[in-house]
């Protein structure tokens, strides 16, 4: 367990729509960062927030977004859906593990756009 | 800019038998370096990770990596091959120094472990 939960685990969209995903981090993990599997692909880098501000962002246009909020929640949100972005969304947290820094992924979110 | 080669698809060992994975890596100054081991329709579980210090990293469940900067690689091992061990793994580096901590992943080897 890394103590990183998603929601929902699956999510069935048509191409237009929005779509929000979720992140609970633990307590303590300031930083979060967001990534797209595509199938049979590695992860790719999407953004990462710290204490609430985007600090980095990859290769993604801007109806990629996102918010995180004190309580070491996050949302990832996709407006205007295409049908590439269906993919495993996946969130991942920092935090200190024996002193040192690791980063623990959540389980994702399977995003499927009709 | 930084890159991950993961050269093999996909590598099939009997059980018992060693096993490596391969991972070479192209990036500006010092390297962090990574495994993690994805399970079907689960997210990544990590292994083990190369910051600095001794070039054999050791991790969770026997896995053991070893850092190669002349050739720049970081390929995982095990001495002995579980059938639980078949899973897709993934090598991933960051750069020190950085403003994030964005991982750079490779494309990903199937790990397919005989009984």
């Known amino acids: 367990e890394t103590g990183v939960t998603q929601s929902p685990t699956h999510l069935i969209k048509t191409r237009g729509q929005q779509v929000t995903l979720r992140c609970s981090s633990q307590?303590?993990?300031?930083?979060v960062s967001w990534y797209q599997q595509a199938l049979g692909q590695g992860p790719q880098f999407i953004f990462q927030?710290?204490?609430?501000?985007?600090?980095g962002r990859g290769n993604f246009p801007p109806r990629f977004s996102g918010l995180q909020f004190p309580n070491y929640s996050s949302e990832l949100n996709v407006n205007a859906l295409e049908l590439d972005d269906s993919a495993l969304y996946l969130c991942a947290s920092w935090g200190l593990v024996h002193g040192r820094d690791e980063q623990f992924f959540g389980p994702g979110t399977r995003l499927t756009v009709l | 800019a930084q890159s991950v080669a993961q050269p093999e698809d996909q590598v099939n060992v009997a059980e018992g038998n060693p096993l490596t994975v391969k991972c070479t890596y192209s990036v500006s100054g010092n390297p962090y370096l990574f495994w993690y081991v994805q399970y079907p329709n689960r997210g990544l579980q990590f292994l083990l990770k190369?910051?600095?210090?001794?070039?054999l990293v050791k991790g969770s469940y026997g896995f053991e990596a070893e850092f190669n900067k002349s050739q720049t690689s970081f390929h995982l091992k095990k001495p002995s091959a579980l059938v639980s061990d078949s899973a897709l793994y993934f090598c991933?580096?960051?750069?020190?120094?950085?403003?994030?901590?964005?991982?750079?992943f490779g494309t990903g080897t199937l790990l397919a472990v005989q009984p």
């Open positions: 927030y710290y204490r609430e501000e985007e600090n």
């Open positions: 190369y910051i600095t210090g001794d070039n």
């Open positions: 991933a580096v960051s750069r020190t120094g950085g403003a994030t901590n964005k991982l750079i």
């Open positions: 307590s303590g993990h300031n930083t």
